[in-house]
């Protein structure tokens, strides 16, 4: 199994521009999240999907957009980049229910100059 | 916010120690889980314990929890170069809905 698919790995975008981070899983799960790492900071959670078709915001949805027309698919957009957004950003998906760990993707490193 | 908090920040042993992590956290939870991190890599799940348990095992890793203190802490038993690692707690809220709020890490180093 792949597990969760990230693309692209690395991506370095100018300010106001959009692009789509790409997450893929092939592990049948309901749960979907986006976390972005910043030095000194842990993960912190952007929007995540109990199931397709349903999405809410994380801590620090500001500046992005998801949607979840698939169970495998969960994309994220970010509408107008900005320096702020420069991180490393995972996408992560775990059972329905709770009591499951997670599975994480390998990440993407944005630069936003 | 962040919801848990490791302590040390940084941990640097030699191999075959024993590495002891801490994480607290603020909010009632439906479980806590410890991730590890390799350098520029993915988190990895490492393991998960219930609000209701106490302790838990796997391989070289012990897990406690205290309910009462908000607390739990990682062992990791003898410690080998590649358990280098940065390792995260978080931790799943019993809202009904599964996320999980992680902590900032601690930075385990393992020299040989």
């Known amino acids: 199994n792949a597990g969760v698919t990230q693309t692209p790995k690395f991506q370095v975008l100018k300010t106001g521009q959009s692009m789509t981070l790409q997450c893929a899983q092939d592990m049948n799960h309901e749960y979907m999240s986006w976390y972005r790492q910043d030095p000194g900071m842990g993960l912190r959670l952007i929007h995540y999907s109990v199931g397709a078709g349903i999405t809410d915001q994380g801590e620090v949805p500001n500046g992005y957009n998801v949607s979840r027309s698939t169970t495998e698919d969960f994309p994220l957009r970010l509408l107008s980049a900005a320096p702020s957004q420069t991180s490393v950003y995972f996408c992560?998906?775990?059972?329905?229910?709770?009591?499951?760990?997670?599975?994480f993707g390998s990440g993407t490193r944005l630069t936003v100059v | 916010s962040q919801q848990g908090e490791e302590d040390p920040q940084a941990l640097s042993i030699q191999e075959g120690e024993n590495a002891t992590m801490n994480c607290s956290y603020k909010?009632?939870?439906?479980?806590l889980q410890w991730y590890r991190q390799n350098s520029g890599r993915g988190l990895v799940h490492l393991i998960l314990?219930?609000?209701?348990?106490r302790e838990k095992h796997s391989g070289r890793l012990r897990v406690t929890l205290d309910t009462s203190k908000k607390s739990s802490s990682l062992l990791i038993t003898a410690s080998r170069a590649a358990d280098t690692a940065s390792y995260f707690c978080a931790t799943e809220g019993d809202s009904g809905y599964s996320t999980l709020t992680f902590g900032k890490g601690t930075m385990l180093l393992v020299s040989p």
């Open positions: 909010t009632s939870i439906n479980n």
């Open positions: 992560a998906s775990s059972r329905q229910g709770g009591n499951y760990g997670y599975t």
């Open positions: 314990i219930r609000s209701n348990e």
